[in-house]
């Protein structure tokens, strides 16, 4: 049998052909990304990210669906940026859990030259444990942007959210083009970019298909794509719109991993919305990362173990079993789940 030619990486793609994929009956577009899939990645391994809040709430940016933003009544409570050796311990227990990158979120419009220190340190702890690192940190100029390439920072997160056209919608404080340069910033500075969109925030398909041609019509496409499911917060001007048809998500993670073949493409936030047949057709549409663990910044992300248990029922194993044995690897989550379930009958026993 000839074997297939592996689809190339574009960055031409027009409307009419992305509007053709949404189109496509289901289960064609689900083979034709798995078969992409398997061009360019190894078809049952997903990457393993963790990600902490730095510094919580009290942003002055106005993302309509963000509980962090100062704007807006929601039940977050605030945190300032946290001590060095407090990010470095989180980082090392994510690492024992099975994490390869550790990512630092702060709710800034951009970092401030007194933050930078910090910051910069908190990079070069990670890289020394030996884990990837990424940041979300808000508008980068060139010169910060530099600052974190030259600290060892790997990655650095900026989504775009949605098309151009609808951006107006959801964000006032900050313009679609402020977003790109931050994103040509990242590039310039050498880092790799992570750079993705939310689904469900009453947007259409044209917008869909608007975010995904400007992520895969980029000169380089973004290592990692992060794909958002909205989770309606109490108090967000987006609590209460409509509730996102599965099938359109999962249909826009299989356009995303057919537009960028090499791409991670990262099941985010909503996850916790999702059961674990959802979650196993987004892998099957080509999601091949996610981040573990409790939580996914401020809104909830499924518990570790219930992740642990839908690899094992696919099995999946991520990347880190290469030079970790299956075994050692579930047997170093099983103690952290104990251990934080000790710890928590500590303190109800405490408290009590
Ligand atoms: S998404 Fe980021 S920039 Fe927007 S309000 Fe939330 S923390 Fe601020």
Redesign the pocket.
Same mark, same amino acid.
Do not use: F, H, P, T
């Given at each position: 049998m000839q074997a297939l030619e592996k689809a190339p990486i574009r960055h031409d793609w027009t409307e009419e052909e992305v509007r053709e994929l949404f189109q496509m009956p289901f289960m064609d577009l689900m083979f034709k990304a798995q078969t992409v899939h398997r061009q360019y990645h190894k078809p049952n391994q997903v990457q393993v990210s963790t990600l902490c809040s730095i510094k919580t709430g009290a942003?002055p940016?106005? @993302?309509k669906y @963000?509980p962090?933003?100062a704007r807006y009544n929601t039940d977050l409570e605030t945190e300032r940026l946290m001590k060095v050796k407090a990010v470095l311990k989180e980082a090392a227990e994510a690492k024992a859990k099975g994490a390869t990158r550790f990512c630092m979120g702060a709710?800034w419009?951009s970092p401030r030259a007194k933050d930078m220190p910090y910051v910069l340190e908190m990079i070069r702890g990670v890289k020394e444990m030996g884990m990837e690192a990424c940041m979300t940190l808000?508008t980068l100029e060139s010169g910060q942007a530099q600052e974190l390439a030259d600290a060892g920072l790997d990655y650095y997160n900026h989504n775009l959210d949605t098309s151009p056209e609808f951006y107006g919608n959801i964000?006032t404080t900050r313009t679609y083009q402020d977003r790109l340069d931050t994103l040509s910033n990242v590039r310039e500075a050498g880092m790799k970019v992570c750079c993705g969109g939310i689904m469900g925030m009453g947007e259409n398909e044209r917008d869909r298909i608007g975010l995904l041609m400007t992520l895969a019509n980029m000169a380089d496409h973004p290592e990692s794509v992060p794909m958002n499911m909205l989770v309606k917060v109490e108090g967000t001007p987006l609590e209460n719109v409509d509730d996102l048809e599965p099938f359109d998500f999962i249909r826009t993670i299989a356009i995303a991993r057919i537009m960028m073949p090499a791409s991670a493409v990262r099941l985010s936030a909503g996850r916790t919305n999702m059961n674990e047949q959802m979650q196993a057709m987004c892998f099957m549409a080509g999601a091949n990362s996610i981040f573990y663990g409790e939580k996914l910044l401020t809104t909830e992300n499924p518990e570790a173990d219930a992740d642990m248990m839908l690899f094992r029922k696919l099995s999946i194993n991520s990347e880190q079993n290469e030079d970790v044995s299956d075994e050692a690897h579930e047997q170093a989550i099983l103690h952290n789940i104990q251990a934080e379930q000790d710890s928590k009958l500590f303190t109800d026993a405490a408290a009590s």
């Open positions: 942003c940016e106005d @993302c @963000c962090q933003s709710a419009k808000g964000i």
